[in-house]
């Protein structure tokens, strides 16, 4: 498998020229699902803080970490625990991750957070929050600007229920330095997938390791069709695919922008317009650490075709489908 690099776009948050931008976005998700996002409003202190208090939580012993083991997708999950592509290796990703759930909203969302002792980290959740705010204020942007892309009115999301309490998920990640070898199999940081959700924003410490394949093309994997009645148009069929990675080109000068990727669900509301990439982590033999937020719409959005991108020639793939219940499956498949 051949590895080249490419130059992803920037696209600047701040700009005023909302419709150039739309135009921008969309090529970039045309093409590649992957896009640089500067000029967010995330502030780089908060940043910093950020990802300080990321690396003073993995550096605690593994039975702290335990103490807060990972359910209703809130908590830790230790070293080699998750699994995104068993076709590619049996023994688990080379990856420690905490996870983070919306900070605030209706009902129970906030409540099922789990934090760390302030005891032993005092700054860790008050930065977590801050953090996750401003995060999803600018993911907010995005997702008007997205729309705008997609020849609707840029409040689209929020008029179909989308941002209306919305589903936002902060997943801290360690990928260690010093891993050994196997002559069995490859060992994967973060074995090739796709996100599952709107779109995911990532910051990472600048070291190296993230691949996408922007050859590669989304489509429906049998293994999930009728399992739930619906054809999720969710699987990625890269266990039977050898296409070219691509080493994303650092243009951005500092760590501060966001690296930007469509997720299925988007993928799936824009009829495959827009692509959700296929990417893997690769080890590198640095310690590595990153922070991905996933923009989820609230669970009852109902998502299906947009109108703007099918026609009689090319007609909805997939059928609507309530947020909630895309998600819950997807999970199933992933860690049943």
Same mark, same amino acid.
């Given at each position: 498998?051949?590895? &080249?690099?490419? @130059?992803?776009?920037?696209?600047?948050?701040? %700009? /005023?020229?909302? =419709?150039?931008?739309?135009? #921008?976005?969309?090529?970039?998700?045309?093409?590649?699902?992957?896009?640089?996002?500067?000029?967010?409003?995330?502030?780089?202190?908060?940043?910093?803080?950020?990802?300080?208090?990321?690396?003073?939580?993995?550096?605690?012993?593994?039975?702290?970490?335990?103490?807060?083991?990972?359910?209703?997708?809130?908590?830790?999950?230790?070293?080699?625990?998750?699994?995104?592509?068993?076709?590619?290796?049996?023994?688990?990703?080379?990856?420690?991750?905490?996870?983070?759930?919306?900070?605030?909203? &209706?009902?129970? @969302?906030?409540?099922?957070?789990?934090?760390? %002792? /302030?005891?032993? =980290?005092?700054?860790?959740? #008050?930065?977590?929050?801050?953090?996750?705010?401003?995060?999803?204020?600018?993911?907010?942007?995005?997702?008007?600007?997205?729309?705008?892309?997609?020849?609707?009115?840029?409040?689209?999301?929020?008029?179909?229920?989308?941002?209306?309490?919305?589903?936002?998920?902060?997943?801290?990640?360690?990928?260690?330095?010093?891993?050994?070898?196997?002559?069995?199999?490859?060992?994967?940081?973060?074995?090739?997938?796709?996100?599952?959700?709107?779109?995911?924003?990532?910051?990472?410490?600048?070291?190296?390791?993230?691949?996408?394949?922007?050859?590669?093309?989304?489509? /429906?994997?049998?293994?999930?069709?009728?399992? #739930?009645?619906?054809?999720?148009?969710?699987?990625?069929?890269?266990?039977?695919?050898?296409?070219?990675?691509?080493?994303?080109?650092?243009?951005?000068?500092?760590?501060?922008?966001?690296?930007?990727?469509?997720?299925?669900?988007?993928?799936?509301?824009?009829?495959?317009?827009?692509?959700?990439?296929?990417?893997?982590?690769?080890?590198?033999?640095?310690?590595?650490?990153?922070?991905?937020?996933?923009?989820?719409?609230?669970?009852?959005?109902?998502?299906?075709?947009?109108?703007?991108?099918?026609?009689?020639?090319?007609?909805?793939?997939?059928?609507?489908?309530?947020?909630?219940?895309?998600?819950?499956?997807?999970?199933?498949?992933?860690?049943?």
């Amino acid at each position: 498998m051949t590895v &080249s690099t490419a @130059k992803l776009p920037v696209i600047d948050l701040s %700009s /005023p020229d909302r =419709l150039s931008t739309a135009n #921008s976005i969309r090529q970039a998700c045309v093409d590649y699902g992957f896009f640089y996002l500067a000029n967010h409003g995330v502030e780089e202190e908060l940043i910093e803080m950020a990802f300080e208090e990321s690396r003073k939580f993995f550096s605690l012993p593994l039975d702290e970490k335990m103490k807060l083991p990972r359910k209703e997708h809130r908590g830790y999950s230790p070293l080699y625990a998750e699994n995104l592509d068993p076709d590619s290796s049996s023994k688990g990703d080379s990856k420690e991750a905490f996870y983070v759930g919306p900070v605030r909203g &209706s009902g129970n @969302k906030a409540e099922l957070n789990q934090w760390p %002792s /302030p005891e032993v =980290l005092p700054s860790w959740r #008050s930065t977590m929050e801050s953090y996750h705010g401003k995060v999803m204020s600018a993911a907010r942007r995005l997702i008007s600007l997205i729309a705008l892309a997609l020849k609707l009115d840029e409040d689209y999301f929020v008029k179909v229920g989308a941002l209306d309490d919305p589903e936002g998920f902060l997943r801290l990640l360690h990928y260690p330095g010093e891993l050994g070898s196997s002559d069995e199999e490859p060992i994967y940081g973060a074995s090739a997938h796709s996100d599952y959700g709107m779109t995911t924003l990532l910051l990472t410490d600048g070291v190296a390791g993230l691949q996408a394949c922007p050859s590669y093309r989304a489509l /429906p994997d049998s293994r999930f069709v009728g399992r #739930s009645g619906d054809n999720l148009g969710s699987g990625k069929m890269y266990h039977r695919y050898m296409g070219e990675f691509t080493i994303a080109k650092r243009i951005c000068a500092s760590v501060l922008c966001f690296i930007v990727n469509i997720g299925d669900m988007m993928e799936r509301w824009t009829n495959c317009l827009f692509r959700s990439t296929l990417h893997r982590v690769m080890p590198t033999g640095q310690e590595r650490y990153s922070m991905a937020f996933f923009m989820d719409p609230n669970p009852d959005c109902i998502v299906e075709c947009l109108e703007s991108c099918c026609s009689e020639s090319c007609p909805p793939r997939f059928p609507a489908i309530r947020s909630g219940d895309y998600f819950t499956e997807r999970f199933r498949l992933t860690y049943d």
